[in-house]
């Protein structure tokens, strides 16, 4: 039996298909990691990126606010650097490349 996807969960499975098609091109993502990386708040995000933290933590533990903690994160996926997992209605980030 094939499970009906609704239009979330489309949505999520089209963000982590763009994440693995930025995959394809990791040298230039690697080439670019460290120019992406300049801000220190977006270099803090991105270490945080282990697949332990959501959105909540990473705000939590960088004593900022969650909009600042979501752009960095939005940015970071963009650029292919992170991907995220969704567990149980939470999303923890990890690093793409590591």
């Not at 499970?3 to 394809?24: F, S």
């Not at 803090?44 to 979501?70: A, F, M, W």
Request: hydrophobic share 35%.
């Amino acid at each position: 039996m094939v499970k009906r996807m609704n239009e979330t969960d489309n949505r999520r499975l089209l963000e982590k298909i763009l994440c693995v098609l930025k995959l394809a091109h990791s040298k230039a993502i690697l080439r670019e990691k460290n120019n992406i990386l300049k801000s220190a708040t977006k270099r803090r995000v991105y270490d945080l990126c282990d697949g332990k933290h959501t959105v909540t933590d990473i705000t939590r533990e960088l004593k900022t606010t969650q909009p600042n903690v979501s752009y960095h994160l939005s940015s970071l996926l963009e650029s292919g650097l992170i991907l995220y997992d969704d567990v149980g209605g939470k999303r923890y980030y990890f690093k793409s490349l590591e």
